[in-house]
């Protein structure tokens, strides 16, 4: 009786864990634009040996706080990080988290929020609550996968998304949602003039159809040595336009690369970068080996050491 208990147990761990990967379907033909970080592949190659350097005091403190509070260690019970919407991302983006969570001990926590309520989706709860006065909306659609949004009609729509069964994949989004080895962090957007139109910084970038970013690790004869390969891919719409943004990147990286002196971070990741284009398309390469990127840690620790602290008033 107890293995018969223990094998229907194991078996319920399984489908759970089943349960919570990301599924292309998940994101819906709406979306104009989404973003996964697998953090379990990341946390299993070589590359993440650097991480824990890159943390200061103060972020290893609150990592501790968060774990302590919400029984959420944020470097090993989080698999998968998924951002998807449409349009402005601040209004609507919906945050997918899959992973482990204590929904109970959460659900107490949030219930002390400002104007929290929870009322029924279904056979699920919508968590809802206010800080800093913005509206925010959560789901626990298991245990193991949660949805997050400012606008509670995306979480709502976000769990529905998760139950049907016909739901299939974005077709627009094919790139992003496509499985690619090694891959651990990929971001496509769609719909550049949204993100162009509210960040002024990306004016550069006007007219540019599409953008994918990809990052994965670099395996060598077959062995993760802890290398990172790193791809930008932009649409720029018309041969001229994307003519005119080839020669923008270009000299941009030549004014980076002449600033060793004064940023010599920004200047050695601009003379890793290769900068091609075919026809429309232009493509942004960057390799980075393990021994920079172990330099790269070793600058921000020793700026870190070296800044000036901040005088409390």
């Not at 033909?29 to 996964?36: D, G, I, M, P």
């Not at 609150?62 to 019970?77: P, R």
């Not at 080839?246 to 690369?257: D, E, K, R």
Request: proline share 4%.
């Amino acid at each position: 009786m107890k293995k018969r208990l223990m094998i229907a147990g194991m078996a319920a761990c399984a489908a759970g864990l089943t349960f919570a990967q990301f599924k292309p379907s998940h994101i819906p033909e709406r979306a104009t634009w989404f973003a996964q970080l697998d953090a379990k592949a990341l946390r299993a190659s070589k590359a993440a040996e650097l991480l824990p350097q890159l943390l200061d005091d103060n972020a290893t403190r609150q990592l501790a706080a968060i774990h302590a509070a919400t029984g959420i260690n944020l470097t090993n019970d989080i698999d998968t990080v998924v951002l998807f919407g449409k349009g402005n991302a601040q209004s609507n983006a919906v945050l997918a988290l899959y992973g482990r969570f204590d929904a109970n001990r959460l659900t107490t926590i949030l219930g002390m929020a400002n104007e929290f309520q929870n009322r029924a989706i279904g056979s699920r709860n919508l968590l809802s609550w206010t800080d800093n006065g913005q509206c925010n909306n959560l789901c626990f659609i298991d245990p193991t996968h949660a949805v997050l949004s400012r606008d509670a009609d995306e979480v709502i729509a976000a769990v529905k998304q998760v139950d049907n069964p016909a739901a299939t994949p974005n077709a627009a989004l094919a790139k992003a949602l496509a499985p690619v080895p090694n891959r651990f962090l990929v971001l496509q957007l769609n719909n550049m003039a949204d993100f162009v139109a509210d960040n002024q910084q990306l004016v550069f970038l006007k007219g540019t159809e599409a953008l994918l970013l990809e990052l994965c690790t670099k395996p060598i004869d077959g062995e993760d040595k802890g290398d990172l390969d790193g791809t930008v891919t932009l649409n720029g719409g018309d041969l001229e336009q994307a003519t005119q943004l080839h020669q923008v990147l270009l000299g941009l990286q030549a004014i980076l690369t002449m600033q060793a002196k004064d940023n010599p971070t920004a200047a050695a990741l601009a003379q890793q970068v290769k900068i091609d284009r075919q026809e429309q398309i232009i493509k942004l390469n960057i390799q980075l080996p393990q021994a920079f990127l172990k330099q790269f840690v070793a600058n921000q620790a020793a700026q870190r050491q070296t800044a000036v602290p901040v005088p409390a008033f």
